[in-house]
T-cell receptor, first 115, second 118 residues
Framework: EAQVTQNPRYLITVTGKKLTVTCSQNMNHEYMSWYRQDPGLGLRQIYYSMNVEVTDKGDVPEGYKVSRKEKRNFPLILESPSPNQTSLYFC??????????????FGPGTRLTVL | AQSVSQHNHHVILSEAASLELGCNYSYGGTVNLFWYVQYPGQHLQLLLKYFSGDPLVKGIKGFEAEFIKSKFSFNLRKPSVQWSDTAEYFCAVNAPTLSSGSARQLTFGSGTQLTVLP
């Protein structure tokens, strides 16, 4: 089954403790992206990747890092989490193809709480 | 940069009522438009999309949307809602003529929570 998976689905942590949220897709998509969803703000893009070893900042990149060493994986790293990073995080992927015309497929989400 | 406004934050309807959710975007260039739905506890799913051609777009589950370029709008409609349509609905836009990476960036509205009463 074609899908985007994220782990963990739920995470409670404390300020300053480094964490990684994994994202994997099995559709051979070139483009991958991370969003955070906050009430009243919709989804905002954190980082995106056009392909292996190619990443760039989205609208809200502060406090986050990403890497794209393999085509299928796009982990989100919080080196020193803070309470304002408490949010629902979504990973998404799509084919490269003609710019912007391909549907983005979303993962199930990771609910992160930073105490 | 583009932006998206969804003015209805929470809509409550009875079953069989008609639905229209507003979406306005601000961007002067070519846009692709999307409506996504998020059922409780689930991930976002694409309802429908508009790239070009007929401005009236039909999607899954009986939803449709109309692109009105002069009004910068892409409102979502359904003639008769069901209890199972209870979900959060997001309008999104991207600008395909921008440079490669930015062309794929989806800008989302803040979402509209739809509650359908049985």
């Amino acid at each position: 089954e074609a899908q985007v998976t994220q782990n963990p689905r739920y995470l409670i942590t404390v300020t300053g403790k480094k964490l990684t949220v994994t994202c994997s897709q099995n559709m051979n998509h070139e483009y991958m992206s991370w969003y955070r969803q906050d009430p009243g703000l919709g989804l905002r893009q954190i980082y995106y990747s056009m392909n292996v070893e190619v990443t760039d900042k989205g609208d809200v990149p502060e406090g986050y890092k990403v890497s794209r060493k393999e085509k299928r994986n796009f982990p989100l790293i919080l080196e020193s989490p803070s309470p304002n990073q408490t949010s629902l995080y979504f990973c998404a992927s799509s084919l490269e193809g003609t710019r912007g015309y391909n549907e983005q497929f979303f993962g199930p989400g990771t609910r992160l709480t930073v105490l | 940069a583009q932006s998206v406004s969804q003015h209805n934050h929470h809509v409550i309807l009875s079953e069989a009522a008609s639905l229209e959710l507003g979406c306005n975007y601000s961007y002067g260039g070519t846009v692709n438009l999307f409506w996504y739905v998020q059922y409780p506890g689930q991930h976002l799913q694409l309802l429908l999309k508009y790239f070009s051609g007929d401005p009236l777009v039909k999607g899954i589950k009986g939803f449709e949307a109309e692109f009105i370029k002069s009004k910068f709008s892409f409102n979502l409609r359904k003639p008769s809602v069901q209890w199972s349509d209870t979900a959060e609905y997001f309008c999104a836009v991207n600008a395909p003529t921008l440079s490669s990476g930015s062309a794929r960036q989806l800008t989302f509205g803040s979402g509209t929570q739809l509650t359908v009463l049985p």
